[in-house]
């Protein structure tokens, strides 16, 4: 094998596809796309895929945006704009603009791509690592790569093993005793089972590895084909499955972990519950995943704000936390939080608890509020008195109330209150 002089990932651009709406979240999407859905006290999710890449070592970026992608953009320009052409880096901002024909919006995931080919091409990359914007996961795409190009496959698939009755959710890759993907199977109801370990199932992470010229030209293909959606998993995938070679790459083998994190982390925070249960996590002593791990930080806009402040030390209105995340600009007037997370700029006033709450930005929460298992749109003002979490019908009258009890809270809600 002929010796690397330097990483792979120097040559080789991250494509993000940010795209989606989220639906499953709600109204936590009714004003930004998920990608920009606000993660674990100061981060966006798309921070996750972009972090990657850059710690990765990969410094060519684009990140294709189409629904409601204000607050996505406005959030890249904050905080990822330190990409500098002269040192050989570049991140572009790719919304769908209808460049290739004027009523035409990306199409699917592979025209989301196929659309800004000669944008690619400009950069001159040999590698095209395609990712998919909306999980939350660390992972060092060198390592995947370095496969990709060892294998000499046409396209490398980024793959978790779960077990095999729980992967009829995913698109799944049925393999050979060497990885090589046999056939591409999308949400099946009887998945195939990785060779030795029949219960276990390798399904698709949304993570693309290809040779930049290959891509472009099956890209083409694909888009002279009036029969095709032009989706990578519907396909791009099964194509190059059955005329090369695709090979799965297994996310353990490139996950990043800490000395804290026991097993691999992945999470798609698509629902109420799993985006409640991810953030609430996090307040574990141990939690399974390591936001504090100084060797593979997770990069974001990282605003210019006064320290969280906790007042009041009275026998019934103290400022108190425990097992919580609170955010910069957060002030704790006499009140008390309990396995909770607050993001940037929330005011908890005297009286109030809070206990298994996710509260985004900016939120003002009056006195004597008594919030349990809830999460609580940015901006939102939480009257006085108000009790959520002690009677589910009631809650789910006024609020949007999830299968495992959580409620979410907007706005628009509140107003809605006859208080």
Not at 56 to 74: D, E, F, N
Not at 121 to 137: C, R, S
Not at 284 to 296: A, S
Not at 378 to 392: A, K, T
Request: charged share 25%; hydrophobic share 40%.
């Amino acid at each position: 094998m002929e010796k690397r002089i330097q990483p792979l990932a120097r040559d080789a651009m991250a494509y993000v596809l940010a795209g989606g709406r989220g639906s499953r979240l709600k109204e936590l999407t009714d004003r930004r796309a998920k990608p920009a859905v606000y993660f674990g006290g100061k981060a966006r999710i798309i921070d996750f895929a972009l972090s990657n890449a850059m710690n990765s070592g990969i410094r060519r970026i684009g990140v294709a945006t189409q629904y409601k992608a204000h607050s996505l953009i406005r959030h890249l320009q904050n905080g990822w704009n330190f990409f500098r052409p002269e040192r050989n880096e570049s991140f572009d901002i790719l919304p769908a603009s209808q460049r290739v024909s004027e009523t035409q919006w990306y199409e699917g995931t592979a025209d989301a791509v196929y659309q800004n080919i000669d944008i690619i091409e400009d950069h001159g990359v040999e590698y095209m690592v395609i990712l998919a914007g909306d999980h939350i996961y660390k992972m060092d795409y060198e390592l995947m790569l370095q496969q990709h190009v060892d294998s000499g496959a046409d396209v490398t698939i980024g793959c978790l093993e779960v077990p095999r009755m729980e992967a009829t959710g995913f698109g799944v890759m049925h393999v050979d005793d060497k990885d090589q993907i046999i056939a591409f199977v999308e949400k099946p109801a009887d998945p195939p089972g990785i060779p030795g370990n029949p219960e276990m199932a390798l399904a698709s992470m949304g993570i693309y590895v290809f040779h930049t010229k290959f891509l472009m030209d099956i890209l083409r293909r694909d888009a002279a084909d009036p029969t095709s959606s032009r989706d990578f998993g519907k396909d791009i995938i099964p194509y190059i499955v059955q005329h090369g070679k695709a090979v799965a790459h297994r996310f353990n083998q490139s996950c990043v972990r800490s000395d804290f994190e026991r097993e691999a982390y992945w999470r798609d925070v698509g629902t109420i519950d799993a985006y409640w249960q991810a953030n609430i996590d996090l307040t574990h002593v141990t939690p399974e995943l390591d936001i504090y791990d100084g060797t593979w930080p997770i990069w974001t806009f990282a605003e210019i704000k006064p320290p969280a402040k906790f007042v009041h030390d009275d026998e019934n209105r103290r400022g108190s936390a425990t097992s919580s995340l609170v955010s910069g600009d957060c002030i704790i007037s006499g009140a008390s939080l309990n396995r909770s997370m607050l993001f940037t700029g929330v005011r908890v006033n005297s009286f109030s608890r809070l206990d298994g709450a996710v509260i985004l930005p900016n939120v003002k929460i009056g006195r004597h509020a008594n919030l349990k298992n809830v999460v609580i749109d940015s901006r939102v003002v939480i009257p006085e008195g108000l009790v959520v979490g002690d009677d589910p019908e009631f809650d789910a009258k006024r609020f949007r109330r999830s299968e495992n009890g959580i409620c979410l809270i907007t706005q628009a809600m509140i107003d809605k209150l006859d208080m």
